[in-house]
């Protein structure tokens, strides 16, 4: 009951399922049939929650058919009232959705919204174009890894373009996937570079027109002067011509 109701709530989840500690699957929101590579997979949680107390969450085999390329497969141990593993526990990711969850994200024109796996395998990834779903494609988390931090970002080549990148990650604790969104920082840099140069082209302008009415005001001075000094002038001659 817990399961179905924890599914309802949550859209984040396609479908739950649950096994006991013999792998027998005990419980399933959904039909499908338990591939030998999950079965592995299972009974390695299984054993490393009950032998070594390791309790993370692990990526599953991913399903290789092409309708089910956005569902990810997340495994986890249960373990029972008295702390002892007792099963494990298999939720199936809807990808999409979780990346809709990002879509207030302003990728830009060389943007993306990446899920990889802890050893920096793409699962999935966002541009402005679309969703991509990737096979074979790595990125370099060392420097992920070096901050000591669970989310943070970092500059570099991340993306293995060849131009400088701003990448900011987050990798929960105990999660085997980062959430990283890069930006190339000429990209970012952008709208401030755009910003700048029409400051620049308003404050060019606004000098000019400064200097012009200086001018105009200037000159309008030297000529009321000139105008003054003729009329002294006429004065003084008419004041010689009546002596």
């Not at 604790?173 to 082209?201: G, K």
Request: hydrophobic share 45%; proline share 3%.
């Amino acid at each position: 009951n817990q399961l179905v109701a924890m599914q309802a709530s949550d859209r984040l989840f396609l479908h739950v399922a649950l096994y006991d500690k013999a792998m027998r699957r005990v419980y399933s929101s959904a039909p499908f049939a338990d591939r030998p590579s999950l079965q592995e997979a299972v009974a390695e949680v299984v054993a490393d929650g009950r032998s070594r107390g390791i309790h993370q969450v692990r990526l599953a085999p991913r399903l290789t058919e092409a309708e089910q390329a956005w569902q990810v497969p997340l495994l986890m141990p249960v373990s029972g009232a008295d702390g002892q593993v007792r099963g494990a526990i298999l939720l199936v990711l809807d990808l999409g959705y979780f990346l809709q969850l990002y879509q207030h994200v302003d990728l830009g024109h060389t943007g993306a919204l990446q899920v990889l796996r802890a050893d920096g395998e793409v699962v999935a990834e966002a541009r402005q174009a679309g969703l991509l779903v990737q096979d074979g494609v790595y990125r370099d988390v060392s420097s992920f890894d070096r901050t000591g931090q669970v989310q943070g970002s970092v500059n570099g080549d991340f993306m293995s373009t060849g131009r400088d990148t701003l990448s900011s990650f987050y990798h929960a604790p105990d999660a085997p996937f980062y959430v990283v969104t890069s930006r190339e920082t000429q990209d970012i840099l952008a709208d401030y570079h755009a910003t700048r140069r029409r400051f620049l082209i308003t404050m060019t302008v606004l000098s000019a027109f400064i200097v012009l009415a200086t001018w105009w005001v200037a000159y309008g001075i030297r000529r009321q002067g000139r105008y003054a000094l003729a009329l002294v002038s006429s004065n003084q001659q008419n004041q010689a011509l009546i002596t």
